[in-house]
């Protein structure tokens, strides 16, 4: 068995065991059979041993991670060499047993590498944390982006809509604030004013 296969079904198994004993430990609570403190005690010993299966499980993630980069990439040399040993019997370079002996140990290779990666991810698929159930739902994107739509069409109807100037016409004044217009006074020269004043002047001297 291949290594990270077995290091996957073992902590797979131990974290399934790990959880019924929670489960089992919640209902011995719930029913009184033991005390809040028994219970304190035994939770918390479970709950160390389920973080570290699941520390161990994101380290055997990341292996296998790496390992399916590697297969994906073994996928392309293997289909490369095959495809080069397809052209070299049609050129006539390879008589029929090569031929058929090189194809049949490439077409091997190739099918155990494909199994071997579709495997992992199945495996990664399940390692893959479930997300609780309480956790609030996340808008819809598309409903998002159509209530961005909407308010861009409104900007662009506002853009586009002929922007005239209201002429504002004045209001009529209410009646007890009208006022009957007043005369504009007549300037009188400065010359006229002056030949006045002392045409004033002169009468009020005695002789």
Known sequence: MISWKYSFEVSVKELEMVKKKKQALDSLFDIGKISASTYEHLNKEINNAITAIEADQKALTEKMTLRANELENQIKSLEMFLANLEIHYAAGELDEEAYSHQSDAITLGLETTKHELKDIKEALIRL????????????????????????????????????????????????????????????????????????????????
């Open 128 to 207: 893959i944390p479930e997300k609780p159930v309480t956790e609030r739902p996340q808008p819809e994107p598309v409903e998002q982006i159509s209530e961005i739509e909407k308010a861009e069409e409104m900007i662009e109807e506002c853009i586009e809509a002929p922007t005239e100037a209201p002429v504002e016409t004045p209001a009529p004044a209410p009646p007890e604030e009208q006022s009957e217009p007043q005369e504009t006074p007549k300037e009188v020269p400065v010359q006229e004013e002056a030949q006045e004043t002392a045409e004033a002047v002169t009468e009020e001297t005695p002789e």
